[in-house]
């Protein structure tokens, strides 16, 4: 079947969930081999992940979705329908999603988006953002590719993004919320340390073994 036939995505039982969603390119498959270690398919060009990878862990589903929105080389109205299927999925898996890890590519985000706000369009991260925040599903924005930023600035760059997701800034007053990684170096403790806390506030601290 091709993906224009689809109605929604393969729905997988789980009790609970968490879902990686990002732009194509931003590194979600690599951040999740990093923390649940499995191998993860990883592209050579953006837009390999067209379809949504499961990984079960016991009552745990984990989510990697494909990425949100403009995608090289992928024909244009397929990339439509991939964003409604994840918006329905979102709507439908709402109640038993833990949390969202929302991945951005620590370099480009702010250009991207003050970019869309300039031609007045709203920015598609922030409206993810948004999308999910009113469907009450708790967000980590995962930013990504922090090797790709100097030491000396990195503060600036997690300020800048932070403002643009509407926390004032210092960032470091939101370190619940955002978590500055590296997937490719391995870098991922914080974010680690935030999705076992999200799984034990739902009293199942047993399930964060999955991100050890
Ligand atoms: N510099 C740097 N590059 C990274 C990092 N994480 C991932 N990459 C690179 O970014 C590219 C995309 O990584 P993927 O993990 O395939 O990204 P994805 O978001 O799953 O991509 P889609 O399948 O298109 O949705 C690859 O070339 C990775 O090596 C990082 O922390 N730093």
Known sequence: M???EYTSFEHVEAKHEVVFIGRSNVGKS???RQLIG???RVGKRPGVTQRPNYYQFGDLLVTDMPGYGYMK??????????RDLIVKYFED???RIV????VVDAKSFSEVVDRWDGRGEVPIDLELFAFLRDLNIPVIVAVNKMDNIYDREKNMVLDDIALRLGFSPPWSGWMDRIAPISAKKGDVDHLRKLLKDKLRSI????LASCFS
Request: proline share 7%.
């Open 93 to 95: 898996n709402a109640p």
């Open 38 to 40: 499995l191998k993860v």
């Open 73 to 82: 080389g992928v024909d244009y109205r397929k990339q439509h329908k991939l």
């Open 99 to 102: 949390c969202a890890v929302q």
């Open 2 to 4: 091709s993906l224009e």
């Open 30 to 32: 690599t951040l999740m």
């Open 203 to 206: 009293k199942r601290p047993d």
